[in-house]
T-cell receptor, first 113, second 117 residues
Framework: DQQVKQNSPSLSVQEGRISILNCDYTNSMFDYFLWYKKYPAEGPTFLISISSIKDKNEDGRFTVFLNKSAKHLSLHIVPSQPGDSAVYFCAATSGGSNYKLTFGKGTLLTVNP | DTGVSQNPRHKITKRGQNVTFRCDPISEHNRLYWYRQTLGQGPEFLTYFQNEAQLEKSRLLSDRFSAERPKGSFSTLEIQRTEQGDSAMYLC???????????????FGPGTRLLVL
């Protein structure tokens, strides 16, 4: 069973607009969530994380929102830039699982100039 | 650059051959993880070390796979008698155990892409 789901395989936005990437999870034991960006033939690059005790975390153009009751998180990128075009992975973990990451399948973001 | 490094970046081998990959984590990171990523999927956990101790292995890690971290620094992942189904990107990540009660962040290397012919 897939414990972390990214239901949109792809998303296309215009440069300067907001990109919203969504992620749902099913395991209520998850208490730490991360977003990674991945370019082809490279490893995932850490973007931003959020603990379950928070509902929002910001870092520059990136903001992650967590809705625990809905088991849903989202990544907002404002403003979107062409260099943001990549595959974005949502990952979840918990101390009880020794912090091994469970990933979604990823969403391909394309930012058009 | 003090990030996670992996070697080789690419490996092509014939079915039945053995291959070994190396991962050098970020200095002073005491946890090291191995993941595998196949096309269209997110990375999947294989195994992890805390210092030199291998503490958990996924059921994905068949007995043809072995991983070591002999001195608690670099790690190797060996696949014996490779099969075509082993073709994937093998990713290594490292973190600091106890870096924060809110959670640990893993930093990934560039990966080793394996193709088994």
């Amino acid at each position: 069973d897939q414990q972390v789901k990214q239901n949109s395989p792809s998303l296309s936005v215009q440069e300067g607009r907001i990109s919203i990437l969504n992620c749902d999870y099913t395991n209520s034991m998850f208490d730490y969530f991360l977003w990674y960006k991945k370019y082809p033939a490279e490893g995932p690059t850490f973007l931003i994380s959020i603990s379950s005790i928070k509902d929002k975390n910001e870092d520059g153009r990136f903001t992650v929102f967590l809705n625990k009751s809905a088991k849903h998180l989202s990544l907002h990128i404002v403003p979107s830039q062409p260099g943001d075009s990549a595959v974005y992975f949502c990952a979840a973990t918990s101390g009880g699982s020794n912090y091994k990451l469970t990933f979604g399948k990823g969403t391909l973001l394309t930012v058009n100039p | 650059d003090t990030g996670v490094s992996q070697n080789p970046r690419h490996k092509i081998t014939k079915r039945g051959q053995n291959v070994t990959f190396r991962c050098d984590p970020i200095s002073e990171h005491n946890r090291l993880y191995w993941y595998r990523q196949t096309l269209g999927q997110g990375p999947e956990f294989l195994t992890y070390f805390q210092n030199e101790a291998q503490l958990e292995k996924s059921r994905l890690l068949s007995d043809r796979f072995s991983a070591e971290r002999p001195k608690g620094s670099f790690s190797t992942l060996e696949i014996q008698r490779t099969e075509q189904g082993d073709s994937a990107m093998y990713l290594c990540a490292s973190s600091v155990y106890g870096s924060g009660f809110l959670g640990e962040t893993q930093y990934f290397g560039p990966g080793t892409r394996l193709l088994v012919l």
